[in-house]
């Protein structure tokens, strides 16, 4: 594969994320600019209060098919595991800071989730389980995301050592790593709730 098409891959990734399905399906149900109600942030918990269920779980399954997209086309292309990790990072990229929408995007935990499912499957199977521990334990919902990409590079390098997957392992360990500092750093403000005490419990409203 030449470095010009390998660029082009995960330059689609991107543009593939700045796709913000929230921004747009919040607009067509309600008229509304999904960055400007509620807490502001363009992703599926927003937009579940701005425009309801229906909403909610549109905007979630389509990030998180944006996010298993932008990794599954150049796997299926036979692309090397450094452009199909770059490819992760960039669709979580474009979710996050989206050029088509003024770099105003989500948090990247549903396209995150995608990407890094079908980039480490394992090891997004055993985040699973930590954000349902998290969440049950403390019923923070950021907590959860928070906990679990801070542990997915953890995650990643032990099922590494049991060789699942079995290739690209360094580009893997790189990639998960990106997307933690990013989501992490996005949830800045649910961390200074947290530790203020003052962050919604799930089910008691509020804003994520």
Excluded at 123 to 128: E, F, I, K, P, Q
């Amino acid at each position: 594969m030449s470095p010009s098409f390998a660029a082009t891959l995960v330059l689609g990734a991107y543009l593939l994320g700045s796709v913000s399905f929230g921004v747009v399906i919040v607009k067509l149900m309600q008229g509304l600019d999904l960055r400007t109600v509620g807490s502001g942030n363009a992703g599926a918990t927003n937009a579940l209060r701005a425009a309801g269920r229906k909403a909610g779980v549109a905007v979630l399954v389509l990030d998180v098919i944006k996010g298993i997209t932008a990794v599954a086309v150049p796997r299926a292309l036979d692309a090397s595991p450094a452009v199909v990790s770059g490819a992760a990072v960039a669709v979580v990229v474009g979710h996050v800071f989206p050029v088509f929408f003024g770099f105003r995007g989500g948090k990247g935990v549903a396209t995150a989730a995608g990407a890094l499912g079908t980039l480490a499957p394992p090891a997004m199977a055993l985040g699973m389980v930590v954000f349902l521990v998290v969440v049950a334990w403390k019923r923070y919902v950021s907590l959860g995301s928070i906990v679990t990409a801070a542990s997915f590079p953890l995650l990643v390098w032990i099922t590494l050592r049991f060789r699942w997957p079995e290739s690209g392992g360094p580009w893997l360990l790189l990639a998960s790593g990106a997307i933690a500092i990013l989501i992490v750093t996005k949830h800045s403000r649910n961390l200074q709730r947290l530790i203020k005490g003052t962050e919604p419990r799930l089910g008691g409203g509020g804003r994520r």
